[in-house]
């Protein structure tokens, strides 16, 4: 189980992530939503050991992540917001980098990219140069990179992003059954359809707070609003939309 | 004045002036140069090194007047130094006047005429190039124009247009010989394969501007131009060119050189129209050729043997920094000036003493070059695995750092030993191949081994980072100071080191001696740098110092800087 415990951080004493407490337990998909800026990926990057918390607690399967941060490292996966691979490499050199850096058995590892490289539909082109990848290939080769050690908690920070139709399906069946294997797996999406059909409870970031943290079923009947994204705008959107689109159309034609 | 100036830019159309200030600041190739490279920082620099240069021959033609027939001498260093300047401008500047990827995307949407682009880039070029010519010869220019007018303000009138006009055409037939080189590679080739060509040719360019400056003789008497022996390089060597068409220009030019002169006005004629055809054809033609190039080629074909080169951590650092140093045209710009030094060093070392050895005696020279090549081998290469490839992607990095520091120094350490130590070897044996007696080279040898290892160890004295991972402060790389003062320090060892070991080659108890005790020095450096790497953090950011300003307007205020903690890599 991963555990937050009134995480905080601070950039410049300008709150970026404020008093954050929630859990992600094994076997669920807990989306963790927010509006642009709220402090998702911040909390993300905290989780995942890349930046320093200023204060609070994050312990995964009951022992603070920074007591043995190697070992937590191992049983991590990791999908970051944005795509940056080192563009010089092929998508095979990537993964055989990082599986070396994870210090993956040779034979094992290389069966194991190969055949990710087949289903993820990216095999022709494993010796082509990262740079000329689309963004979609991009987040695939990401998506292996996260999955190659069989990683005990899964981060998602908008996995879905460049994702063709087929790929996106793949992958929100295999988030699933992934949590059905005992993961521990934290999701972060805009796309809010997605995450009502795979999450089984949901945190909503709103200017780095939480302002709730439930299953999606309760959140509906608590707040008498029958999808998530009704819950969303009500509790994280600030602006009606369609006056500020009007107000845009406007300026424009001014 | 000022009102006269903007109102004649004002004239100029906006896109010109919007799309030249783009190109200026992007003219110096940043790939070549540095990831985020500070350009006008990096021009100011360039100019200051070249305003210094000028300034220093002007001082010496003004204190020192050089008799009459010292002219043509000093007009072969000036040229020579023109064009190796443009030649280093043409190599930083590679693609720059060339339509890219990058500017079509952002460009062919919006209502720009594509001759707009095209002149907005060459006049960016054009205004480097005038930069480097201005600085590099404002000052002598004008005092050898005083010197050789011999108190004729005709003369001296004469021989300053003579000479900028020369000066001009040397660039322009240099920068523009690139230009039509590539242009007419742009045009004839694949697409994918001409970005392959080009690479590459930046690099020989690269070489053989080095190579021609350092190697090439100088010939400045009128017997040594009339000499047959040299006819082969006169008729092949553009310096010797302009050096008859400034002379005939100024109206001191032999009738026997004349052919030599004419040879210039027909190269840059040339030389001008090709570049110029060659650059119009490739914005009507490339350009939609680099919209329809597809976004993804697929595989390519060839080797991807990769065999483990020790642990996996190790075979990681060193596929990575290979491929790192192989794809990165920055890198691959940087290590090839560093190689080309070596190459200069050893190629002179070869011409002079090793060709014809004394029996029985290591030349010093072979000495001296060899320490030398050794030198610039590692530490240029450090140099080099400093600079970043991708900050962004270094998550990756961060994310799997499963093990401690001291095995990531190791890879690091057999980096250096692989791409530095051993290739300075193999050059030194190629060059002593034909010395005697081979167990003093041998003994050389070893003891080039042991410096090698212990310029290794100096290296990653403070280098606690996996090579091109780490970000970098522009502001550390003082051109001026630091790299003039380190060659003078190498040299002055390299000598004294090199005549020390010619005198003990002979003893075979002192060359022991000598050689224990280079490997104890590699082997306590090895123990600090392990002991240092224990409590070592692998560190992916430079930190600048933090400055404090105090005021003093009360006691006990002050003033910190704002911005993030000291963490924060652009903390200054």
Redesign the interface.
Same mark, same amino acid.
């Given at each position: 189980m991963l555990e937050l415990h009134r995480v905080s951080k601070h950039?410049?004493s300008i709150p970026a992530v404020d008093d954050v407490s929630f859990c992600a337990r094994r076997g669920e998909v807990t989306g963790y939503l927010g509006p642009n800026g709220s402090g998702k990926s911040t909390t993300m990057k905290m989780i995942?050991?890349?930046i320093e918390r200023t204060a609070g607690h994050i312990n995964f399967n009951g022992k603070p992540i920074q007591d043995d941060l190697?070992a937590y490292?191992?049983r /991590?996966g990791?999908v970051?917001e944005?795509p940056?691979?080192?563009?010089?490499?092929?998508a /095979?050199?990537y993964l055989?980098?990082?599986?070396?850096?994870?210090?993956?058995p040779?034979r094992e590892s290389s069966r194991r990219i190969d055949g990710l490289l087949r289903l993820f539909a990216l095999h022709?082109?494993?010796?082509?140069?990262i740079s000329?990848?689309?963004k979609g290939?991009r987040q695939k080769v990401l998506l292996i990179?996260a999955l190659l050690h069989n990683p005990d908690l899964i981060l998602l920070d908008e996995p879905f992003s460049g994702l063709d139709v087929a790929s996106a399906l793949v992958l929100r069946s295999l988030i699933q059954e992934l949590a059905a294997r005992g993961k521990v797996v934290l999701f972060s999406s805009h796309e809010l359809d997605t995450v009502e059909r795979v999450c089984s409870r949901v945190v909503i970031l709103h200017r780095g707070k939480i302002v709730a943290d439930d299953s999606i079923e309760r959140l509906r009947s608590l707040m008498e609003l029958p999808t998530l994204e009704a819950i969303f705008s009500q509790l994280a959107v600030e602006q009606d939309s369609a006056s500020m689109a009007r107000e845009i159309a406007d300026l424009i034609d001014a | 004045m000022p009102n006269l100036i903007a109102r004649l830019i004002a004239r100029i159309p906006l896109p010109f002036r919007v799309l030249y200030r783009q190109f200026l600041l992007r003219v110096v190739d940043l790939e070549a140069l540095s990831i985020q490279a500070d350009v006008p920082r990096f021009l100011g620099q360039f100019a200051g090194v070249l305003i210094m240069i000028s300034c220093l021959r002007a001082l010496g033609a003004l204190f020192f007047p050089p008799p009459p027939g010292m002219a043509w001498e000093l007009e072969v260093s000036a040229l020579s130094n023109m064009l190796l300047v443009v030649g280093l401008i043409s190599v930083v500047t590679w693609d720059a006047t060339f339509p890219d990827r990058r500017d079509v995307l952002a460009l062919g949407h919006l209502p720009v005429r594509p001759r707009t682009i095209l002149l907005a880039k060459v006049s960016a070029s054009a205004g480097l190039l005038a930069l480097a010519m201005a600085t590099l010869n404002w000052a002598s220019g004008f005092v050898w124009a005083v010197v050789f007018g011999q108190g004729s303000i005709l003369r001296s009138l004469r021989f300053f247009a003579a000479f900028w006009f020369t000066i001009v055409a040397a660039s322009l037939f240099l920068y523009g010989a690139v230009l039509a080189l590539q242009g007419i590679a742009a045009l004839l080739l694949p697409r994918k394969m001409f970005l392959r060509f080009s690479a590459i040719a930046q690099l020989a360019a690269f070489a053989l501007f080095m190579a021609v400056y350092f190697l090439e003789p100088s010939l400045s008497s009128r017997a040594q131009l009339l000499d047959p022996a040299n006819h082969a390089l006169l008729a092949s060597s553009p310096v010797y060119w302009f050096l008859a068409l400034l002379n005939q220009l100024n109206g001191t030019l032999p009738a026997e050189f004349m052919w030599l002169a004419q040879r210039a006005w027909i190269g840059l004629a040339m030389v001008l129209l090709g570049a110029g055809t060659a650059l119009v054809l490739c914005y009507v033609r490339t350009m939609k050729k680099t919209v329809e190039e597809p976004?993804?080629?697929?595989?390519?074909g060839g080797l991807?043997w990769?065999p483990?080169l020790g642990g996996?951590?190790r075979?990681?650092i060193l596929?990575?920094s290979l491929?790192?140093l192989v794809?990165?045209r920055q890198h691959r710009v940087v290590l090839a000036f560093y190689w080309s030094v070596v190459l200069a060093i050893a190629l002179s070392c070869f011409r002079s003493e090793i060709a014809e050895p004394t029996p029985g005696a290591i030349p010093s020279g072979y000495l001296i070059s060899t320490f030398l090549i050794m030198t610039i081998a590692v530490f240029g290469l450090r140099n080099v695995c400093a600079l970043p490839?991708?900050l962004?992607?270094n998550?990756?990095?961060?994310?799997?750092? /499963?093990?401690q520091p001291e095995k990531y120094f190791a890879g690091t350490r057999s980096l250096f030993l692989l791409l530095g130590v051993l290739p300075a070897l193999l050059v030194t044996v190629v060059l002593g191949w034909r010395l005697n007696p081979w167990q003093q080279v041998a003994a050389h040898l070893v003891l080039l081994f042991l410096l090698g290892c212990f310029f290794v160890e100096i290296a990653l004295l403070k280098f606690q980072k996996v090579p091109f991972t780490c970000s970098y402060l522009p502001g550390k790389a003082n051109v001026q100071i630091v790299f003039w003062g380190a060659v003078f320090v190498i040299s002055l060892l390299s000598i004294t080191v090199a005549l020390y070991e010619q005198k003990v080659l002979h003893d075979p108890g002192h060359d022991a001696g000598m050689l224990a005790a280079l490997a104890a020095g590699a082997g306590t450096l090895w123990l600090i740098n392990q002991h240092r790497a224990q409590y070592a953090e692998l560190y992916f950011e430079e930190v600048a110092p933090e400055i404090i300003l105090t005021l003093g307007l009360s006691t006990g205020m002050r003033y910190e800087p704002?911005?993030?903690g000291p963490k924060s890599a652009g903390t200054t």
């Open positions: 950039y410049a995942t050991g890349l190697i490292k191992r /991590l990791y970051p944005e940056n691979l080192y563009n010089h490499l092929s /095979l050199e055989t980098m990082v599986a070396q850096l994870r210090d993956l040779a022709g082109d494993r010796h082509a140069s000329g990848y689309s290939m990179a | 976004d993804l080629v697929p595989g390519a991807h990769a483990r996996s951590l075979t990681a596929y990575f491929r790192s794809r990165s490839i991708s962004n992607a998550w990756v990095l961060r994310i799997t750092q /499963l093990r704002i911005g993030p």
